[in-house]
């Protein structure tokens, strides 16, 4: 069976005419299905959908650091804050700065490289489970320093958070709100969806070329073998900076776009369980595979929703009653899915083509 | 002028003097054995030249810049490729992607060159492949390019860190023990391989347990016992020397 799928995709895949036309139809369902959703299931589905794409873009940010370079970062939501919050600093009345997005998201990107940069030096000589803790420390810290900077000079109003942020807005046109187009009606959601899209897409383009490149075989190689990479005259130490530093903007630059989706931030927002989360994402999924690592971030925040709204009405009409909160089901499900994922697929939902060669390989051997 | 030249070279671990005053030259050209008893401080030395090591004490020349201090990829890219004692093949990555990564000295692409694709970036990427390839193909393992490195015989995988060592375009390539687990054809070929790639313009250090390997090869041999260098010379004078054979036999020859 699966031999036919391969041959089958093969065939597919290699017609140039036959995968142009997928594309188009691709585009064509991600264009009309935010329209889909909000005249079938609501407009709040829409939303679901922008946050799905945001996490998507962190997940690949993380991907860069973990599946690439092999360096497991426990405190990756860190970058997602800094982003957050440079873009809550720049633009809302906390100090009156208003700054237009062209202008802060490439300085959030900025500066969530330079704290990548600033975690990555200190820990270039370590590797596993000593990384994990101390990137796991340094994520905590950027939370506790945020939480705590309303004094003695009121920066992050602490644990109350940052209100009134701006949205993005092109021309004087606030993109949150609702906009006439050739008679379609568009609203806040929708437009940051296209966007969000927009960027997601050129993320996956930047990390395809990244991986399928000298810079990306290296982080490979380090992560494979990190003495016989520096044999080969690979500078270990700036290819690990570069990796936590571009997956940082990437982290970066989603962290500011969910600040002005979001128009509100506070620290509670990035803490370790969203690190881990992120972390799901990109195992779940198939380490150091983008599109695998795509497909985690959008299970992993479509299928929560979709519990959340049907696990109390199914209750009620099996059992006439909600005998177990959604939210501890989420969490249920979400250990078990984890624990299967691990003992069925250990290497991913959709791992690289290449690895699962290897792990099938493996596995007939034994 | 000496290619690789090593002046009184010590190593301590803690209290253990793994190296002791071991100095010798390496001319361009040549294929330079070392060889010893276990333990006589053969990897160690390899170590030291290579910059995983740093000396204790003592001068490491290459090419007429010093290596003392360098790091291992530094070392590399001042011309040393190496090959190591226990095979270390990037396992999950391909054949071929193992030899590309062996021109990253060489090559510039950077990350802003990746991601935007550039002319120069897609040029210097299929450049890469065709050496590459080359490469496989002068080690004769150009049939495997796609397969994954782990899945490689013994020997194959010996021929392919040889391979990944030459895209680097070394002057000097150092193999630890390439003949370790050979079977006798597999050394003969390996012998071939070696020979060949003197005749192409790179020397060779070889660190071998195989003596019959090392007598036949080598333009000279140096012998290493309890750290300290007791022989160099041309493998027949090496072979009599009374030294040697105390190191090797216990004991002088009736």
Redesign the interface.
Same mark, same amino acid.
Request: aromatic fraction near 0%; glycine fraction near 6%; hydrophobic fraction near 55%.
């Given at each position: 069976m699966r031999e036919f799928m391969q041959s089958f995709l093969q065939k597919v895949t290699s017609n140039r005419r036959v995968l142009l036309l997928g594309y188009v139809l691709l585009f064509v369902a991600l264009a009309v299905l935010p329209f889909l959703l909000s005249n079938t299931v609501g407009r709040t589905w829409v939303r679901i959908l922008d946050f799905a794409l945001i996490y998507a873009m962190l997940a690949l940010g993380l991907n860069i650091v973990v599946g690439f370079a092999g360096l497991l970062d426990l405190g990756y939501i860190a970058f997602y804050a800094v982003g957050a919050y440079t873009w809550a600093l720049l633009a809302s009345p906390q100090f009156d700065l208003h700054l237009p997005f062209w202008a802060i998201l490439p300085i959030g990107a900025g500066m969530a490289a330079l704290f990548g940069v600033l975690l990555g030096a200190p820990t270039l000589r370590l590797r596993g489970d000593y990384l994990a803790i101390v990137t796991l420390g340094f994520g905590e810290i950027i939370r506790i320093f945020l939480n705590n900077l309303d004094r003695p000079i009121n920066v992050t109003n602490g644990p109350i958070g940052i209100n009134k942020i701006d949205p993005i807005s092109i021309g004087g046109a606030d993109l949150t709100r609702t906009h006439e187009w050739l008679g379609i009606s568009f609203s806040g959601v929708h437009i940051y969806y296209y966007l969000l899209l927009a960027l997601l897409i050129l993320t996956i383009v930047?990390c395809v070329?990244?991986e399928n490149?000298?810079? =990306?075989?290296?982080w490979?190689?380090i992560r494979?073998?990190e #003495?016989?990479?520096?044999?080969? =005259?690979?500078?270990?130490r700036n290819i690990k900076l #570069?990796a936590f530093a571009?997956g940082a903007s990437f982290g970066g630059i989603a962290g500011g776009l969910f600040a002005s989706l979001q128009g509100f931030v506070s620290p509670e927002s990035f803490g370790l369980l969203e690190s881990i989360m992120v972390l799901c994402m990109v195992v779940l999924g198939g380490m150091g595979h983008v599109y695998g690592v795509l497909l985690g971030a959008l299970l992993l925040t479509v299928l929560p929703e979709i519990l959340r709204s049907t696990a109390s009405p199914v209750q009620r009409a099996l059992f006439g009653d909600v005998y177990v909160d959604p939210e501890a089901l989420r969490m249920l499900l979400f250990g078990l899915a984890l624990i299967l994922v691990m003992l069925v697929r250990p290497s991913g939902l959709w791992p690289a083509p290449?690895?699962r060669?290897?792990l099938d390989?493996d596995s007939s051997r034994d | 002028m000496a290619l690789l030249e090593l002046q009184k070279i010590n190593k301590n671990f803690g209290g253990v003097q793994a190296l002791h005053n071991v100095s010798l030259t390496i001319e361009g050209g040549e294929i330079y054995g070392l060889i010893g008893p276990n333990g006589a401080g053969k990897t160690t030395l390899f170590n030291v030249i290579t910059g995983v090591y740093s000396p204790s004490s003592g001068g490491v020349e290459f090419n007429g810049e010093s290596l003392v201090g360098r790091k291992p990829h530094q070392v590399a890219i001042s011309g040393i490729a190496r090959t190591f004692q226990n095979i270390r093949l990037f396992q999950k990555m391909t054949v071929l992607e193992n030899v590309m990564i062996g021109t990253h000295a060489n090559t510039s692409t950077g990350p802003i060159g990746a991601i935007f694709n550039t002319k120069s970036a897609r040029s210097e990427e299929k450049l890469i492949r065709v050496q590459s390839r080359a490469w496989l193909d002068y080690v004769g393992i150009l049939s495997q390019a796609d397969n994954l490195a782990k899945n490689l015989s013994y020997g194959d995988q010996r021929r392919l860190e040889i391979a990944r060592a030459l895209a680097m375009k070394p002057k000097l390539l150092a193999l630890d023990e390439p003949a370790a687990g050979m079977n006798a054809t597999e050394t003969d070929e390996l012998k071939l391989l070696i020979r060949r790639i003197r005749s192409d313009g790179v020397s060779i250090l070889l660190i071998e347990h195989d003596v019959k390997l090392i007598m036949n090869l080598c333009d000279r041999v140096a012998v290493l016992d309890y750290g300290q260098k007791i022989a160099e010379d041309v493998p027949n004078l090496v072979r009599r020397d009374p030294n040697v054979i105390q190191a090797y036999l216990g004991g002088e020859l009736p």
């Open positions: 930047m070329r990244l490149s000298r810079i =990306g075989r290296a490979l190689a494979e073998d #003495l016989a990479a520096q044999a080969m =005259g690979i500078n270990t #570069l571009l290449k690895r060669v290897a390989q | -």
